[in-house]
Every structure is written in structure tokens, then in C-alpha cells.
Nanobody, 118 residues
Framework: QVQLVESGGGLVQPGGSLRLSCVASGITFSNYHMSWYRRAPGKERELVSRISSVAASTLYSDSVKGRFTISRDNAKNTVYLQMLSLKPEDTAVYFC???????????WGRGTQVTVSS
């Protein structure tokens, strides 16, 4: 059974930071591209960041570039999202996604809430 479990969300003031974690089980983690998506209230889900299966490449949405950093630890089956200089518009539910690099099998976590407010 595949599970992706996010953690690290919470309430933070503007300018603050958080680090999200997503622990995967039931998959060969190193075969999967890992991504963070978010869905803000009243908006569509959007891709925030992605890291390739061997961490050779990363990409970021323009809205978070320079503030967020994605990383992975294949030995711990974990992907991280370090978020700095948080803004109120970063408020959203953040979801972890795993996509197998060859078969494109796709899995989602249940999400973790991030709220940026003073």
C-alpha cells in the first residue's frame, strides 16, 4: 500500500519560514519524481516545485522561485520543501505527489495546511 504523509504545516507570520516533509512508503522512492503542489482557497491546484528521481534537476513556479527550496533524501524516502520569506498568498493546502519516472504511476498525499497571517 502506497502512502505519502506530509507534515510541517502550520500558522506562521509573514516573513517567516516552514519546512514541509513528505515521507513515502510502499514505493521504490528513488524511482519517483517528487513534487509539491498547493491549493489555495477558491483556486485551482498548482505545481509549486518538483525534483527529479535522482535529484539531478529541480523546478519551481515563478511565485516561489528564490524563496522555496525542494530537496530529497532517498535513504529516508523523504522529500522536503523549505519555505522562506512566506507571504499571505502562500496560504494553501500543500500536497506531496510521487510520479514514477517510467510508468508515470502517480500518488498523492492528503496534504498539510500552511497559513501565513499576522
Amino acid at each position: 500500500q502506497v502512502q505519502l504523509v506530509e507534515s510541517g504545516g502550520g500558522l506562521v507570520q509573514p516573513g517567516g519560514s516552514l519546512r514541509l516533509s513528505c515521507v513515502a512508503s510502499g514505493i521504490t522512492f528513488s524511482n519517483y519524481h517528487m513534487s509539491w503542489y498547493r491549493r489555495a482557497p477558491g483556486k485551482e491546484r498548482e505545481l509549486v516545485s518538483r525534483i527529479s528521481s535522482v535529484a539531478a534537476s529541480t523546478l519551481y513556479s515563478d511565485s516561489v522561485k528564490g524563496r522555496f527550496t525542494i530537496s530529497r533524501d532517498n535513504a529516508k524516502n523523504t522529500v522536503y520543501l523549505q519555505m522562506l520569506s512566506l507571504k499571505p498568498e502562500d496560504t494553501a493546502v500543500y500536497f506531496c505527489n510521487a510520479e514514477e519516472f517510467y510508468t508515470r504511476d502517480n500518488y498523492w498525499g492528503r496534504g498539510t495546511q500552511v497559513t501565513v497571517s499576522s
